[in-house]
């Protein structure tokens, strides 16, 4: 950061949510941000993508054909990957978007929410990357 020093050194982004009907066609699949790109709030971009490829090279041990392993990949990763790309969907404009209010709402309700224990719970299994889908997680009994 020290080489810095001034913002025409830095180089502004922006994000766009992808949603495929489908990760895979006849010779080829979507994994990691290929498949679900979204913007980086909730931090789990680099956790989806190698948990996308453990699995699925876990369903080419179970399944020999290409096509089969695919489908066995969709139906273990689909509504894992589909709460995240929702969840932030939904939050990117809290924390990026033109106008102060969706700021200061997120500064206002976020703590808020973080101290409410049911919530807090669901705050952390998602940022731990342990939720599987709005209702379900991967470690039901893991005291948050
Ligand atoms: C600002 C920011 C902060 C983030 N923070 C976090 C975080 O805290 N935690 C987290 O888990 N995730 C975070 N992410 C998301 C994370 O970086 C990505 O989700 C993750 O890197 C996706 O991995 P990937 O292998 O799918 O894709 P990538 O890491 O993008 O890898 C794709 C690779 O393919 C290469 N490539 C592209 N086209 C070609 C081509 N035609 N031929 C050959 N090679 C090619 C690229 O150069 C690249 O090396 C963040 C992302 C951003 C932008």
Redesign the pocket.
């Known amino acids: 950061m020290a080489r810095v020093t001034s913002f025409d050194e830095l180089t502004f ?1 922006t ?1 766009r949510s992808v949603f495929m009907k489908s990760c895979w066609s006849d010779r080829i699949i979507f ?5 679900h ?4 709030h ?9 948990e ?2 453990w699995t699925f090279s876990e369903c080419l041990k179970q399944k020999t054909e290409f096509q089969s392993a695919c489908l066995l990949y969709e139906s273990l990763r689909k509504h894992k990957l589909r709460y995240y790309q929702r969840l932030t969907h939904w939050l990117t404009p809290f924390f990026q978007s033109e106008g102060n209010m969706k700021g200061w709402g997120r500064d206002i309700f976020l703590p808020i929410m973080s101290q409410t224990p049911l919530l807090r719970s669901q705050m952390l299994k998602t940022l731990c ?1 342990f939720k599987t889908g709005w209702t379900k997680s991967e470690f039901h009994k893991t005291e948050l």
Do not use: K, R
């Open positions: 982004t994000y994994l990691g941000d290929a498949g790109p979204t913007s980086p909730l931090g789990q971009g680099a956790n989806l993508a190698l996308d490829v990357g």
